[in-house]
């Protein structure tokens, strides 16, 4: 007889076909009902900021509810509340964020700076995003001419931009949502890095995945967070950076664009970390 | 989960492009969700049709709170809960004759193409009890946790795993005797 997990394995790997043309089929009725749906007319009709405002009040919300549920929760030696009042103090930092589909994916990656003003930039592939409250700008890092922002580009840049504030929470939000119904601190099992790190355990509510984060016991400063689902591997990893603070021309598309038409700057490694004027 | 909230923020901000990456992501786990719960193909067919239609109309304003995919295997399993339920009052009317005749019409050709792994693993799942049934294609095609399952079963969590538990020793013994 087969064991239980050959039997899952049998039932999750069945597959099964679709017909392309009542898949076209489907996907016209789907747009109809979006086109059609009322909401759909009045968001269109009202335009983006609406939409903005809208989102921006969610995370504003979601922040202050998470902010006084993780300082009643977090224990320990080191607070959560520690960690967060102490990253809010730091001018400048900038973070690698890598996400796999799975467990066997390669991860794409992309790295973002902040100000402590809140302004954004943000490299996604071939692109510099730039960002300051709701203006939005992107670039081709090769020709220096303006694109259309990459859409997960977008989903980071106008949702950290929207908080209008220098936070852990706007970054945690943009990661999984806020969510948090228990953070737990554990501390590293390993006695002699435990001296250094403290970990801190988020479980989102309605979903497995799970969110970790890695802060510095000396500094409060968090280098890491992660989130994980157990489902199939998937994985985002943020890791954080701290250093001087750049000159604000680093975070102004206007600097970009004027550099990248300068026929003299020809190296795109320099485009994509340097401020213009060092270029 | 990143790239639902990416999804559904993109359908909120008017980019119905994003309605057919959702499409693509979720159409074969709750067609096969569906044709597991329902033994009439083409009504399963027409359950999975239904809730993403009913969920391009919402997608403007649709905020998500958990799992986009647990969202719409919740929304596949109401529905197929409703066309159990409308089956067996049409039964008690005395209308199941004309049902079966209608079924007996022979299938025209439908939506999704059955692998012969599939076919299987539906045949031993329709040997299931209701609950029983519900929980594993919840479980397996639907990514719910037990937690989940029994809030929409109204019951506890341990009631669902020992569903689960039961149903997968009974499919082991189906899917082992047919070799």
């Known amino acids: 007889m087969k064991p239980l997990t050959d039997i899952v394995r049998f039932i999750k790997g069945a597959s099964i076909g679709t017909r392309v043309a009542v898949d076209r089929d489907v996907l016209q009725r789907m747009r109809a009902a979006y086109d059609d749906s009322s909401q759909g007319r009045m968001m269109e009709h009202m335009g983006r900021r609406v939409a903005r405002l809208a989102v921006a009040a969610g995370v504003l919300i979601a922040l202050g509810a998470m902010m006084s549920h993780l300082s009643q929760l977090a224990g320990g030696s080191v607070a959560w509340a520690d960690v967060s009042r102490r990253f809010q103090a730091v001018p400048f930092f900038s973070v690698a964020i890598y996400m796999k589909q799975d467990a066997t994916a390669e991860p794409t990656q992309m790295e973002l700076w902040m100000s402590h003003e809140g302004r954004i930039r943000l490299r996604r592939g071939a692109q510099v995003v730039f960002a300051q409250s709701d203006r939005v700008k992107a670039y081709d890092v090769a020709s220096g001419q303006p694109v259309e922002p990459d859409g ?102 206007n600097a970009f664009e004027t550099s990248r038409q300068d026929p003299r700057v020809d190296r795109q490694v320099n485009a994509v970390f340097l401020p213009s004027a060092q270029i | 989960m990143v790239e639902d909230r990416v999804l559904v923020w993109r359908l909120n901000r008017g ?44 997608a403007p304003t649709f905020r998500l709170t958990g799992s986009l995919k647990g969202f719409l295997a919740t929304c596949v399993a109401n529905t197929a809960r409703n066309q159990l339920a409308a089956g067996r009052r049409r039964e008690m009317t005395g209308l199941e004759e004309a049902a079966g005749l209608a079924s007996n019409a022979g299938e025209p050709e439908g939506w999704a193409i059955y692998s012969e792994q599939f076919s299987r693993a539906r045949g031993a799942m329709a040997e299931l009890p209701a609950e029983q049934r519900e929980v594993v294609t919840l479980h397996l095609y639907g990514d719910l946790p037990f937690r989940q399952i029994a809030e929409w079963q109204k019951t506890s969590i341990k009631t669902v ?12 013994l189906l899917l082992s005797s047919e070799e």
């Open chain 1, 152 to 253: 997960l580009a977008w989903f980071f840049v106008e949702k950290i931009a929207q908080t209008k504030e220098f936070s852990l929470e706007a970054i945690i939000e943009v990661m999984f949502g806020g969510h948090t119904t228990e953070v737990t601190p554990l501390i590293n099992p390993d006695a002699v890095i435990s001296q250094d790190v403290v970990v801190f355990h988020v479980e989102p509510p309605d979903t497995p995945e799970r969110v970790r984060i890695w802060a510095l016991r000396e500094s409060r400063l968090p280098i890491r967070i992660t989130v994980w689902d157990p489902r199939d591997g998937k994985s985002t990893d943020a890791v954080f950076t701290y250093f001087r603070e750049m000159p604000a021309e680093f975070f102004d598309p």
């Open chain 2, 161 to 172: 795993q020992s569903r689960y538990r039961y149903a997968l020793d009974k499919l082991r």
């Open chain 2, 15 to 58: 980019d119905a492009a994003a309605l057919s990456r959702v499409y693509e992501k979720y159409r074969d786990d709750l067609l096969r969700l569906a044709g597991s719960l329902l033994s009439d193909r083409s009504a399963a067919e027409d359950v999975v049709q239904d809730v993403f239609v009913r969920f391009a109309g919402l």
